[in-house]
């Protein structure tokens, strides 16, 4: 089946056609919840919960973009429901400790070009082991290309909040990532 024969298929509720939807997404969608999320488990549930939307409003897509790119913002913003659930958890701005101290980031490594060599699941780890606030904000701005204002406006914060937990999510990305940079020779 092609991608036009699953999308009729599924808004004729066609078991066989919502199957092959999922299973040829599940990844890729998969892969963008599981930055937003806590852990696997989280991303599992957002990924389910993201797919039963896309089957309830399936005949909103307009076909103006990719059906890929559709799923894809159901799913960001799914995540983002999850999280609006514990509005605390992305308006937290600092979890810098007063003890805590500044790392030092040797001149042969500042440049941010030496990351592209880290692992692309170290990183996620690294994603998810930030804070929801920074996590979430460091997706929304990075990833998905949302202005701050966007930003601001989805997560129901200033945008002043949103610049600041930007800055300190990739603070904190650096410091927890600054190990497994293999700086390059001839730096």
Same mark, same amino acid.
Request: overall charge negative; proline content about 2%.
């Given at each position: 089946?092609?991608?036009?024969? !699953?999308?009729?298929?599924? &808004?004729?509720? #066609?078991?066989?056609?919502?199957?092959?939807?999922? #299973?040829?997404?599940?990844?890729? =969608?998969?892969?963008?919840?599981?930055?937003?999320?806590?852990?696997?488990?989280?991303?599992?549930?957002?990924?389910?919960?993201?797919?039963?939307?896309?089957?309830?409003?399936?005949?909103?897509?307009?076909?103006?973009? %990719? &059906?890929?790119?559709?799923?894809?913002?159901?799913?960001?913003?799914?995540? !983002?429901?999850?999280?609006?659930?514990?509005?605390?958890?992305?308006?937290?701005?600092? %979890?810098?400790?007063?003890?805590?101290? %500044? !790392?030092?980031?040797?001149?042969?490594?500042?440049?941010?070009?030496?990351? !592209?060599?880290? +692992?692309?699941?170290?990183?996620?780890?690294?994603?998810?082991?930030?804070?929801?606030?920074?996590?979430?904000?460091?997706?929304?701005?990075?990833?998905?290309?949302?202005?701050?204002?966007?930003?601001?406006? =989805?997560?129901? $914060?200033? +945008?002043? %909040?949103?610049?600041?937990?930007?800055?300190?999510?990739?603070?904190?990305?650096?410091?927890?990532? $600054?190990?497994?940079?293999?700086?390059?020779?001839?730096?």
């Amino acid at each position: 089946m092609d991608e036009i024969e !699953i999308i009729k298929g599924c &808004l004729r509720k #066609d078991r066989a056609s919502q199957k092959a939807l999922y #299973d040829y997404y599940f990844s890729a =969608m998969l892969g963008v919840c599981l930055r937003y999320a806590n852990n696997q488990e989280q991303a599992n549930d957002i990924v389910h919960e993201g797919f039963l939307k896309a089957f309830l409003g399936l005949k909103n897509f307009n076909h103006s973009g %990719t &059906l890929e790119g559709w799923l894809r913002r159901i799913m960001v913003n799914t995540a !983002i429901d999850v999280l609006r659930k514990n509005k605390q958890s992305y308006q937290i701005v600092s %979890t810098v400790h007063p003890d805590d101290k %500044t !790392i030092e980031i040797p001149e042969e490594i500042a440049d941010e070009e030496v990351f !592209i060599h880290i +692992e692309k699941e170290d990183i996620l780890k690294a994603v998810q082991e930030l804070t929801p606030a920074y996590r979430t904000v460091f997706n929304l701005y990075v990833i998905e290309n949302y202005s701050h204002k966007e930003i601001a406006e =989805m997560l129901e $914060i200033s +945008e002043g %909040t949103s610049k600041s937990n930007l800055s300190k999510a990739k603070y904190n990305l650096r410091k927890n990532l $600054i190990h497994l940079i293999k700086v390059p020779h001839g730096k």
